[in-house]
């Protein structure tokens, strides 16, 4: 499975292994910048889907099946 496949959940549960794994101190310091990379790299990419997200949810389809800024007002 390529990156760009990854559920949101997928990368969430990634991301967390990383930390766990760097919070515990016993990684080698080559690994643990090697881990610490992909790490933000997945911290961005989570960021992004998120921010998609959100605007995707701030639309709505109107009658012609056109997105259209949604108002609360």
């Not at 690994?31 to 701030?58: C, H, M, P, V």
Request: no cysteine; charged share 35%; proline share 3%.
């Amino acid at each position: 499975m390529t990156e760009k496949e990854k559920t949101f959940d997928q990368s969430l549960q990634e991301l967390e292994a990383i930390v766990e794994k760097l919070e515990q101190g016993d990684v080698p310091l080559e690994e643990a910048l090697e881990q610490f990379q992909q790490g933000i790299q997945l911290s961005q990419r989570l960021k992004t889907q998120l921010n998609d997200a959100d605007e995707l949810l701030k639309k709505i389809v109107d009658a012609d099946g056109q997105e259209v800024p949604f108002n609360l007002e």
